[in-house]
């Protein structure tokens, strides 16, 4: 047997004796309600940037560090004596999203619970399952081989569920200390199915909130009804203009830049193992819609769209109250495709808002966040060194997927710090991230552990 193989075996016996501690500390951290977009959680998402730091330095990582950003803190830490080996940073973020609906848990969302083969809490996949593997992974090859065979740089961030808006700050003026040859990010899933898979391309963001105001105070609908504009009204007709029936995207300019898709990569889409029926099915919708000429799985991760994610305005109580409302609102986002600039697509959508909104109201378009696509090469030593790694301790070799969701920082690594960026995530494809009920599966989680130490092992290896 060779050294690593030695080296590996012992990594499993201390896995094996270490599980049940393990847990407990994957539970520990999952009960720190850490959600990064509502204030009163503020001291709790602190609370779990200190967990995470105690818990790196007691595994041996140096240069620990609670780094204030100026919003949630970034939590940091690496080790640095793999001289001549590549270096690596690894990112993930301790923050998670709200809990609402509560009602629809079926048990409190920060009381953790092992369900079958599941983690069941809010962050268990999302991301803080992934911060706690690679912790542990950690963990396990310093107790057991006392170094690691790369530079290791930890990022763990506290704002990526609230757009990451204090990241880039924190990014160009750590610069320095952040210098590396590649990004592992954990933030992704694997492919329907639970087949193991790394992301390949992210899409971006705009996220825009649109306010319509008509008069100062509601108005008598009988006195005042076909005199003035509705804003609700003047909302619902912007809305409406947004999208055509063909699923297109109305705002000009809007497509100006996206990267088509080549016959090549659309067929390679093709070919994953996708059941659209079961798709629709699991879904419980009585059709898949989108943008036309696209398949379900171009639109999903390949294709940009609009959504509203919220609106409101006017009279919600029980029975009628016959009124013209004074305002109404929404929450519209984008999600954005290579090489779509989320500035640029701002200016665009509230340049054509103003253009649509009916006469008669005040419509202002605000940006609350955004960020920019990704696109990694499948070719990369980095990425061929990451693949190796999953089918060795998965037993498969990766899918190339790309994936419809946004992790702004992936865009950050390449532009600011110009490192090639590997997104490799763990989490089932029916984890309910952002949703009641989310869940880890836990032989992901464990075998996850061991993917990461390969995957060091095969970084090294890899002459990067
Ligand atoms: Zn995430």
């Given at each position: 047997m060779t050294d690593t193989t030695t080296s590996l075996a012992a990594i499993e016996a201390y896995l094996d004796e270490t599980r049940a501690a393990r847990l407990a500390s994957y539970k520990a951290f999952l009960r720190i309600p850490s959600v990064s977009a509502l204030p009163a959680h503020a001291p709790d998402c602190r609370a779990a940037a200190e967990w995470l730091a105690a818990e790196l330095t007691t595994a041996g990582l140096e240069h620990v560090e609670v780094s204030e950003t100026g919003g949630h803190p970034v939590v940091y830490a690496d080790w640095l004596h793999a001289d001549g080996a590549p270096t690596v940073i690894v990112y993930g973020h301790y923050d998670v999203q709200p809990?609402?609906?509560?009602?629809?848990?079926?048990?409190?969302?920060?009381e953790p619970v092992v369900v079958g083969d599941r983690m069941l809490a809010r962050g268990a996949a999302d991301d803080k399952g992934q911060i706690h593997l690679h912790l542990m992974a950690a963990a396990a090859e310093l107790a057991v081989r006392g170094g690691f065979p790369v530079n290791l740089k930890y990022i763990f961030e506290g704002e990526e569920e609230s757009s990451s808006v204090h990241l880039e700050r924190w990014l160009l003026a750590n610069q320095d200390r952040l210098r590396a040859d590649v990004a592992i990010i954990s933030d992704s899933g694997f492919f329907e199915g639970n087949r193991p898979a790394i992301t390949i391309g992210l899409r971006g963001m705009m996220y825009a909130q649109v306010d319509v105001v008509g008069t100062a105070v509601d108005l008598h609908s009988g006195s005042f009804g076909g005199a003035v504009q509705n804003p609700v009204n003047a909302l619902a007709q912007i809305i409406a203009a947004l999208k055509g029936a063909d699923g297109r995207?109305?705002?000009?300019?809007?497509?100006?830049?996206v990267v088509s898709l080549t016959d090549g990569e659309r067929a390679e889409i093709a070919r994953l193992p996708f059941d659209e029926a079961q798709y629709q099915a699991d879904l419980g919708v009585s059709a898949l819609v989108g943008e036309a000429g696209f398949t379900t799985l171009e639109r999903r991760g390949a294709r940009p769209t609009l959504d509203v994610n919220g609106i409101w305005g006017g009279f919600q109580g029980e029975g009628g109250k016959t009124i013209i409302p004074a305002h109404a609102h929404a929450k519209i986002s984008c999600r954005l495709?290579?090489?779509?600039d989320p500035v640029a697509i701002f200016d665009a959508f509230r340049t054509y808002v103003q253009e649509i909104a009916p006469p008669g109201v005040t419509v202002t378009v605000q940006d609350i966040g955004g960020g920019h696509p990704s696109l990694t090469p499948t070719d990369h030593p980095a990425t061929q060194a990451v693949a190796r790694a999953i089918e060795a301790t998965f037993g498969q070799a990766p899918l190339y997927i790309r994936d419809?969701?946004?992790?702004p920082v992936a865009a950050s690594f390449e532009s600011i710090l110009g490192l090639p960026v590997v997104l490799m995530g763990f989490t089932p494809p029916d984890d309910h991230a952002h949703a009641p009920n989310e869940s880890m599966d836990l032989g992901n989680y464990e075998t996850a552990i061991r993917t990461v130490i390969r995957a060091w092992d095969e970084l090294a290896a890899s002459g990067l």
């Open positions: 809990v609402d609906p509560l009602d629809l848990w079926t048990s409190p969302p920060f995207i109305r705002v000009p300019g809007f497509y100006d830049d495709v290579t090489a779509q419809g969701g946004s992790i």
